[in-house]
């Protein structure tokens, strides 16, 4: 499958098998993010990858998020806001580089789906992420138990435009 047809094809992946996904599968999926383009090349990013299940239990409370605790793995992207060149950009360069990850882990047969749902003092207090570092978004993976279909979408003529607005 082409990297266009693994983007294509993915779906957000709510309900997961009861199955580790192995270290290589997962240092991969890391290594994905690493290599992300950013800002200056700041790498303004640090990942918080959750194993415990009593951890991603605590995570699991929101009216959009109980599944975090039935995934393998929930990574915690942070960026760096200590500085006022990381505090403009450390959330889109984060965002890429949690991007890479879901892409690189669809096309290595893992799902995921980005979790917006979070209290973001609540996830800092648990996990002891500092004042100077921001939680951007949590995102979960894990062997789907699930293929949900596809959903509709705009047509591009009507969210795109050349040139003018």
């Not at 699930?146 to 591009?156: A, D, F, H, I, V």
Request: contains cysteine.
């Amino acid at each position: 499958m082409s990297l266009v047809d693994v983007m294509l094809s993915r779906r957000s992946i709510r309900r997961y098998e009861n199955k580790n996904v192995p270290e290589d599968i997962l240092k991969r999926i890391l290594e994905a993010g690493r290599q992300a383009p950013s800002a200056g090349n700041r790498q303004p990013w640090h990942f918080i990858v959750l194993t415990d299940d009593e951890i991603k239990e605590k995570l699991s409370h929101g009216r959009w998020n109980s599944f975090v605790k039935d995934s393998a793995f929930t990574i915690v992207g942070c960026g760096y806001i200590g500085d006022s060149y990381s505090l403009r950009w450390s959330t889109i360069d984060t965002t890429i580089a949690l991007q890479n990850m879901v892409i690189a882990a669809w096309a290595l047969g893992v799902g995921s789906c980005w979790v917006g749902d979070f209290q973001e003092e609540e996830v800092k207090r648990l996990l002891n992420i500092p004042d100077d570092w921001k939680v951007i978004a949590l995102v979960t993976f894990g062997y789907p138990a699930e293929q949900p279909m596809g959903r509709s979408k705009k047509t591009l003529d009507e969210i795109v435009n050349f040139n003018k607005s």
